[in-house]
């Protein structure tokens, strides 16, 4: 493809976008917070998902998340379901939230089926 002389790349391969980080996937550090609450389980979690505080869980919004409470509700949405329904859950903020929320089950269970698929590579 190319644009007023510039050669613009059609799609990047997935090996150059993991060696500029990604922000979908929690680093090791943020992995390692992830904590089920006192008395509950993973069954109990998804009935929960929007009454229970984020830091209960110990997940932090990152700081350079512009939209904080579009992150809040992915996570919440992922801890409750698997299915992106709605043109606004394709946003970077939402979207970001609801991978998180896949990976926080797959620290418990990776079998689950609310967990991500694949194997678990954080990032550094």
């Not at 059609?10 to 500029?20: A, D, G, V």
């Not at 992922?78 to 089950?105: H, P, V």
Request: aromatic share 12%.
């Amino acid at each position: 493809m190319k644009r007023s002389g510039k050669i613009i790349p059609f799609r990047k391969k997935p090996t150059e976008l993991l060696s500029q980080g990604n922000a979908y996937i929690p680093s090791t550090s943020e992995f390692e917070r992830f904590t089920l609450p006192h008395r509950r389980t993973l069954v109990h979690l998804k009935g929960v998902a929007d009454s229970i505080g984020l830091h209960d869980l110990g997940v932090e919004i990152p700081k350079h998340c512009v939209h904080k409470d579009r992150f809040e509700e992915g996570f919440r949405h992922g801890l409750k379901t698997n299915s992106l329904t709605d043109i606004k859950m394709l946003r970077k903020s939402f979207a970001w939230g609801f991978c998180w929320a896949k990976y926080f089950y797959k620290k418990f269970n990776p079998n689950h089926p609310l967990a991500c698929a694949g194997a678990f590579k954080a990032k550094g």
